[in-house]
Antibody
């Protein structure tokens, strides 16, 4: 049974760096992408970015200049750093496993999710 | 294009059938996936691919795809199906991920 467990600081001041880690249990890192999403209070889901086991990344252009996603395959963990946070970055942050594969069309889904971490940015 | 469009809100009478749609150019290249989210909980995958359900998802949930539109159908909606539903896909380039804005389903 695949489980994702995430943790990180829940209260930040403006200009600080958000740092979250997601540990993967019950599954190898290979063959998947690993993603971060967020959801501001009362709003919809937003994709932040993803990484695969070899460290190849894709980022949402809206946050690309501030985001770094990294992976530690020895620990089956991946991490998110978001620099220079503001109140607009207040949200519940989720990690998730991404399945991406192709036949005549592409398939993409997030099949396992972490429990979510509320990050509040306030002075 | 990197946008997926959903109706903000839909309602259905208990036991009736409801369809929630998601439209976007990238859906011509990628199958959409659908997520159910209840208040205070993480999203849960309910439909993916052509019309597949993860283990544990009731068979009243089904999916379909035509052109630039993907649909989630709940046949015989139950009170516990009241939730927000999000569609998701890659964008047409395949390098980015996009979500629809979400549909709030009310079961009357």
């Amino acid at each position: 049974q695949v489980q994702l467990q995430q943790w990180g600081a829940g209260l930040l001041k403006p200009s600080e760096t958000l740092s979250l880690t997601c540990a993967v249990y019950g599954e190898s890192f290979s063959d998947y992408y690993w993603s971060w999403m967020r959801q501001p209070p009362g709003k919809g889901l937003e994709w932040i970015g993803e990484i695969n086991h070899s460290g190849s990344t894709n980022y949402n252009p809206s946050h690309k200049s501030r985001v770094t996603i990294s992976v530690d395959t020895s620990k089956n963990q991946f991490s998110l750093k978001l620099s220079s946070v503001t109140a607009a970055d207040t949200a519940v942050y989720y990690c998730a496993r991404t399945r991406l594969y192709y036949d005549s069309r592409g398939y993409h889904e997030f099949d396992y999710w972490g429990q979510g971490t509320l990050v509040t940015v306030s002075s | 294009s990197s946008e997926l469009t959903q109706d903000p809100a839909v309602s259905v009478a208990l036991g009736q059938t409801v369809r929630i749609t998601c439209q976007g150019d990238s859906l011509r290249s990628y199958y959409g996936s659908w997520y159910q989210q209840k208040p205070g909980q993480a999203p849960v995958l309910v439909i993916y691919g052509k019309n597949d359900r993860p283990s544990g998802i009731p068979d009243r949930f089904s999916g379909s795809s035509s052109g630039d539109t993907t649909s989630l159908t709940i046949t015989g909606a139950q009170a516990e199906d009241e939730a927000d539903y999000y569609c998701n896909s890659r964008d047409s380039s395949g390098n980015l991920v996009v979500f629809g804005g979400g549909t709030k389903l009310t079961v009357l």
